[in-house]
T-cell receptor, first 109, second 113 residues
Framework: AQRVTQPEKLLSVFKGAPVELKCNYS??????LFWYVQYSRQRLQLLLR??SRESIKGFTADLNKGETSFHLKKPFAQEEDSAMYYC???????????FGKGTLLTVNP | NAGVTQTPKFQVLKTGQSMTLQCAQD?????MSWYRQDPGMGLRLIHY???????DQGEVPNGYNVSRSTTEDFPLRLLSAAPSQTSVYFC????????????FGQGTRLTVV
């Protein structure tokens, strides 16, 4: 069975501070991991995927297979980063996309 | 392109009523799925489809039916609505399986009284 754990329901930081949203996963195979973001009153959208090794809006995430983690990081948070963030794992025989419970990030001015 | 379109945006049902949530995509995506979003629970997979004529159950399928007669449409049917089905429902689609982006609809907020 595949599982995604986001230990923090809420995370509050000040503008300009570093931010790290934690994600741990459980999966027997080779995982495909993603971060999705949902801004207020907008639909869920892809932020980044581990296979692309890209930085989007200043965010990066590194897959650590030893620690089974895929934490999302940004060195300097901005107010517009305030949103709900979901870590997701794509896997299984039918490649189901499993989400964590989400972390609500609030960036205070 | 419209992307993934869900209708209606809001709905109030009485316990025991049935209804269908519509989902349509115009991107020729093979893979479509339905999630429900509840506070503190994240997104949970209800049903999914890997192509026309093929559907399967997700994590929380009870009380819901789906069908996939065309590539474009993937309706979700509530057979007999219960207050526990009060939630926000999201439809998603993606082109294939591996490492592809899932595109989401804007959601349907359903209240069962």
């Amino acid at each position: 069975a595949q599982r995604v754990t986001q230990p923090e329901k809420l995370l509050s930081v000040f503008k300009g501070a570093p931010v790290e949203l934690k994600c741990n996963y459980s999966y027997s195979g080779s995982p495909e991991l993603f971060w999705y973001v949902q801004y207020s009153r907008q639909r869920l959208q892809l932020l980044l995927r581990h296979i692309s090794r890209e930085s989007i809006k200043g965010f990066t995430a590194d897959l650590n297979k030893g620690e089974t983690s895929f934490h999302l990081k940004k060195p300097f948070a901005q107010e517009e980063d305030s949103a709900m963030y979901y870590c997701a794992l794509l896997g299984g025989s039918n490649y189901k996309l499993t989400f964590g419970k989400g972390t609500l990030l609030t960036v205070n001015p | 392109n419209a992307g993934v379109t869900q209708t209606p945006k809001f709905q109030v049902l009485k316990t025991g009523q049935s209804m269908t949530l519509q989902c349509a995509q115009d991107m020729n995506h093979e893979y479509m799925s339905w999630y429900r979003q509840d506070p503190g629970m994240g997104l949970r997979l209800i049903h999914y489809s890997v192509g026309a004529g093929i559907t399967d159950q997700g994590e929380v399928p009870n009380g819901y039916n789906v069908s996939r007669s065309t590539t474009e449409d993937f309706p979700l049917r509530l057979l007999s609505a219960a207050p526990s089905q009060t939630s926000v429902y999201f439809c998603a689609s993606s082109y294939g399986y591996r490492s592809t982006e899932a595109f989401f609809g804007q959601g349907t907020r359903l209240t069962v009284v």
